[in-house]
């Protein structure tokens, strides 16, 4: 594979193993323009914006997904920057597809944590070949995003749950083991790391994560890209999913339609 991005074959074999690495200064000459995207998105939000709140908790969790067809910066990074050949190298694939993007902000003083979870539960796709990158624009510590190592090994998925009721996403909680408590349980290796904007954990949509509130002076703020492998393949769950894609017409077992997720590695696909 030919790339003016390469990283380590260590770094590879540490994502799949690990099923999250560090991937130090992926978006350093993009940090300005995720800032910039990141404000549009939060003065302009998007039909699945939401605020992750109760009334006694304080400070401010935003979250919005789904807008890079509508914020230009956020497609300039998708398009233009090293970010899919680094995902192609992470997964191994020939090929990589947009799922979508995700960002996510933590006012001063917000005292609610991200619950731990794995992602793909609440996803429509099956499949090895992915990879979710979690980019501060912000300096942060340990205490932001945190992936438990080899989660994405499990052979049973994570119970997906309401982020604010914390109620069951989908009927079916048989199918599903319950939440881990990996704070509590040593059994459980946690991965954190220090960052700075630009910076980027690449973790699998399996691999089970959370953050911690934002208890500093200053915002957290966080630009996350999905993005798919060669064996990315539609599958139907118990019940709606998030992000939803209303009207997709695909059905079990295919791929993913390229007019909705396009190919944007390698160039000539794209």
């Not at 099956?126 to 932001?144: H, I, M, Y």
């Not at 945190?146 to 997906?160: D, E, F």
């Not at 909680?173 to 220090?194: F, H, Q, S």
């Amino acid at each position: 594979m030919q790339t003016t991005y390469p990283i380590s074959e260590t770094i590879i074999e540490c994502y799949q193993r690990d099923g999250a690495v560090l991937i130090k200064g992926l978006f350093r000459d993009w940090v300005e323009t995720l800032r910039s995207g990141v404000a549009e998105n939060m003065y302009r939000p998007g039909p699945y914006a939401s605020e992750n709140l109760h009334a006694s908790d304080s400070g401010r969790f935003f979250d919005d997904y789904c807008n890079w067809t509508r914020i230009k910066s956020f497609e300039n990074v998708l398009r233009k920057s090293d970010v899919a050949q680094v995902a192609a190298q992470l997964m191994r694939s020939k090929q990589v597809q947009i799922f979508h993007d995700h960002v996510l902000v933590k006012e001063p003083g917000t005292s609610k944590a991200t619950p731990w979870h794995q992602d793909s539960p609440y996803y429509f796709v099956e499949g090895q070949q992915n990879v979710s990158f979690w980019a501060p624009l912000d300096p942060v510590n340990q205490a932001s995003l945190r992936c438990v190592a080899g989660s994405h090994h499990w052979s049973k998925m994570v119970l997906p749950t309401r982020w604010l009721s914390n109620e069951s996403f989908y009927p079916d909680t048989d199918a599903y083991m319950p939440v881990p408590d990996p704070d509590n349980d040593k059994t459980y290796r946690i991965l954190e790391w220090d960052m700075e904007p630009g910076d980027a954990v690449a973790f699998h949509f399996k691999t089970l994560h959370g953050a911690r509130g934002n208890n500093t002076s200053r915002r957290r703020r966080a630009f996350s890209l999905r993005l798919l492998g060669d064996d990315a393949r539609y599958i139907s769950r118990p019940g709606p999913t998030s992000p939803p894609f209303p009207d997709h017409q695909m059905s079990d077992g295919d791929t993913l339609r390229k007019d909705w997720f396009p190919v944007i590695y390698p160039p000539q696909l794209a």
